[in-house]
């Protein structure tokens, strides 16, 4: 299985994947990205089974990488991992199609829950 991860923040992309290795992913080929648009490019590249964004950052936002990708006609399982989780951004997220969204502070339990959705 191939995973992208898309943060501006490295640190956050190193817990982001620490998390996933726990929640049962360790044999997983992780793929980073530091923004939407580097993440675009990866997508192409290598076409990951499952994307995992932060909203926030800098060049191009997780929800318009979500968009971006929608309207390309990309169709990989993509989750939100951010710092806000309002009612508001929820639906937004599920609006464009994302399957879940994680937020932070977060816990082990809640990434392997919502891996284990993606994945059955």
Do not use: C
């Not at 530091?34 to 950052?57: H, Q």
């Amino acid at each position: 299985m191939k995973i992208l991860v898309v943060d501006d923040s490295k640190t956050m992309r190193m817990i982001v994947i620490r998390h996933i290795r726990q929640a049962g992913y360790g044999d997983a080929t992780i793929l980073e990205a530091g923004n939407g648009l580097e993440g675009l490019d990866l997508v192409a590249a290598a076409s990951p089974d499952l994307i995992l964004s932060d909203w926030n950052m800098p060049e191009m936002t997780g929800i318009e990488f979500l968009q971006a990708l929608r309207q390309r006609g990309y169709r990989t399982p993509f989750g939100f991992v951010t710092s806000e989780g309002s009612p508001e951004m929820v639906f937004q997220a599920r609006s464009e199609g994302a399957k879940f969204l994680i937020a932070k502070p977060f816990n082990q339990q809640a990434f392997e829950e919502k891996l284990a959705e993606v994945a059955s």
